[in-house]
C-alpha cells in the first residue's frame, strides 16, 4: 500500500539569521536550499531552489509534503555563498513531519554566529548558571569563548566568535555546565565546523568577508538581550 497521499500538502520553514548578520552588497551572492526525505535507505530528492541573491534577516520557505499516516525526517541544507565562498557554518538541519499543516523556525548559523540549544529551557537564577564553552573537539582545555548563562532562557541564543581566532577546517565542540551542581547538560550542535578548509586561491577573498564582522565576543538572545 502506498503512503502518498493524492493531495499534496506544504511544509513551511522560517528560516531565521541574527540581526547583526548583514549580506555583502557587491559581488556575486547566491542561496541554495536542498530538502531530502532521510528517513530510507536512499535519500529521495524533494526540492532544490536557488535564488540570486541574499536575504538579511531570514525568510519563509515551503516544500510538498506528499506522505500520510507516516512520520517524514527531512534533511535540510542551507548555503549562501559570495563569489562562491560560504557564508553560512556548514550543518544539516532536521524536520520531522507527523501532521500537516507543519511549520517550523530555522536558525541558520552564518561564519561568526553559531546558534547554540541547550537542554533546559527554563530561566535559570544566578546561583544556578550554566557555563557553556566552545572548545577544541580533540582538545578541550583550548577554549575559543566561555560564558555564563544567568539572565535569560538558555534554549537557544546566538554565540558570536572571531573566526580570525578559528583554524579553518577544524572541529570544535561545546559543553555546557550547571554551576551549582556541576551536571552536564547536552548542547547542540555537539561538534562543528566554525570555518571550513578554503583553498589558497580563496584565502584573500575569504579574509575580506570577515571584514564585516565584529571582533568582540558577546551572545544575543532571541530578545535581543545581551547576556554576560
Known amino acids: 500500500m502506498s503512503l502518498l497521499i493524492e493531495e499534496t500538502c506544504t511544509v513551511i520553514l522560517d528560516f531565521r539569521l541574527p540581526p547583526e548578520f548583514r549580506a555583502p552588497a557587491d559581488g556575486v551572492n547566491e542561496t541554495i ?4 526525505v532521510f528517513n530510507s535507505q536512499s535519500p529521495i530528492n524533494i526540492k532544490d ?3 540570486a541573491s541574499i536575504f538579511d534577516a531570514g525568510w519563509k520557505f515551503d516544500f510538498p509534503h506528499h506522505y500520510g499516516d507516516v512520520g517524514v525526517r527531512y534533511q535540510v541544507n542551507v548555503q ?4 562562491q565562498i560560504p557564508l553560512l557554518i556548514e550543518q544539516d538541519y532536521f524536520v520531522t513531519v507527523n501532521n500537516t499543516p507543519h511549520r517550523q523556525t530555522l536558525h541558520l548559523s552564518p561564519i561568526g554566529f553559531l546558534y547554540v540549544e541547550a537542554q533546559e529551557a527554563e530561566i535559570v537564577a544566578p ?6 564553552s566552545l572548545h577544541e573537539a580533540e582538545s578541550p582545555d583550548v577554549e575559543l569563548v566561555s560564558v555564563k548563562q544567568d539572565e535569560q532562557s538558555v534554549s537557544g541564543f546566538y554565540l558570536k566568535y572571531d573566526p580570525d581566532s578559528v583554524i579553518p577546517g577544524k572541529r570544535y565542540a561545546l559543553t555546557g555546565i550547571e554551576n551549582r551542581y556541576h551536571q552536564r547538560l547536552r548542547i547542540s550542535p555537539e561538534q562543528v565546523e566554525l570555518v571550513p578548509a ?3 586561491t580563496s584565502a584573500q577573498s575569504f579574509q575580506k568577508l570577515m571584514q564585516w564582522l565584529e571582533k568582540p565576543l558577546r551572545l544575543f538572545t532571541d530578545a535581543g538581550a545581551k547576556i554576560r
Do not use: C
Open 49 to 51: 531552489w536557488h535564488r
Open 80 to 83: 549562501i555563498l559570495h563569489n
Open 33 to 36: 536550499v536542498s530538502i531530502k
Open 198 to 200: 578554503m583553498p589558497n
Open 127 to 132: 546561583e544556578e548558571a550554566i557555563t557553556i
